[in-house]
């Protein structure tokens, strides 16, 4: 099962997204449905509250959740912390920074109200979406995506798995790869994933993205790719879910929100996660990523409309029928 890293030092003092993302609360929320009914209870009120967790006692706590202190000690254990002096250290220091960084940008209910005005339900999007991103770089585990970037360059192909809006993404992750000379293919149908699978081996990777990483086509097929002999990984925003059992999971950092507008989050979390390994494993291959993206533009300029043509027809882009069709 996956571990979730704690806050480190390697973050870069000053850094806006690293000091003002509270991290050990995408912790918890990340292992919500993983935990234990008690337990559930304590992480909720933690994670709606953390600045009051900070300053309660762990039998203010326990009270709270209705439930025993040894729950809440069990609890902070099961999230990787020796104790509750730990956790409430923890929660107040990430707490100050976030006031800090709120200070000129007030925080936002992300859940849509029945009287919302469709200014406030824009404001409220555009703030969940940008949270997302935002949450999902500073929660990422740096040293799991440089193994899985490491993994992707040596493979001989990359099966990508997903269903309804994470195929999306696997699509976008397939064309990006194709772009830079990989052989890789995303799946969205289970019986061609599986089937996929069971042809894949020790040199290759397969890739499952579930947003609640319980999603069983995603889930058996990526299994069956590990039966293989494959490197495994999950993009899921529950490290400790049915896909945990991957060789490497990559968690983003969504929350959802009435109307499923979390439903969007999501996906721009996953985006963000799959953009990271794109130009990392660009990256790790310049010149040859380089080439292969000079070779796939020429190969489609001549489908774009060329300045001369548009001066021709009196208008910029906007004006031109198929300029915003790409």
């Known amino acids: 099962m996956a571990q979730i890293p704690k806050p480190n030092g390697d973050q870069v003092a000053g850094d806006t997204v690293a000091s003002a993302v509270p991290t050990t609360v995408l912790r918890i929320r990340s292992l919500i449905p993983s935990l234990a009914p008690a337990e559930r209870r304590v992480a909720q009120r933690v994670v709606d509250d953390p600045e009051r967790a900070a300053a309660s006692s762990i039998t203010q706590l326990a009270k709270d959740c209705a439930t025993s202190e040894a729950t809440v000690i069990r609890f902070c254990r099961t999230i990787d912390f020796s104790g509750y002096r730990e956790l409430r250290l923890a929660l107040a220091t990430e707490a100050g920074q976030a006031r800090g960084a709120r200070s000129a940008a007030p925080e936002l209910a992300s859940d849509i109200d029945p009287d919302d005005t469709l200014v406030t339900v824009v404001q409220k999007i555009a703030y969940t979406d940008a949270r997302a991103v935002e949450e999902t770089g500073a929660a990422l585990d740096v040293d799991a995506l440089r193994t899985v970037i490491d993994a992707m360059a040596a493979a001989r192909r990359i099966d990508v798995y997903g269903v309804g809006a994470s195929a999306f993404v696997g699509a976008d992750l397939q064309q990006k790869l194709h772009r830079i000379g990989m052989t890789s293919f995303a799946w969205a149908d289970a019986h061609v994933m599986l089937t996929s699978a069971a042809l894949l081996d020790e040199r290759d990777v397969a890739i499952g993205i579930s947003h609640s990483g319980t999603t069983i086509d995603t889930v058996q097929a990526l299994a069956e790719a590990g039966r293989r002999g ?33 439903a969007t989050a999501s996906r721009l979390a996953q985006l963000t996660v799959v953009d990271c390994l794109f130009v990392g494993l660009a990256q790790s291959r310049y010149t040859e990523s380089r080439t292969a993206l000079e070779t796939t533009f020429e190969a489609v300029r001549g489908l774009r409309i060329n300045d001369d043509r548009r001066r021709r027809r009196g208008g910029g882009a906007l004006d031109d029928k198929g300029a915003g069709d790409d």
């Open 230 to 262: 494959a490197r495994t990984v999950a993009i899921t925003n529950f490290p400790r879910s049915a896909i945990g059992f991957a060789d490497h999971v990559l968690t983003t950092a969504a929350r959802e929100t009435t109307f499923r507008s979390g």
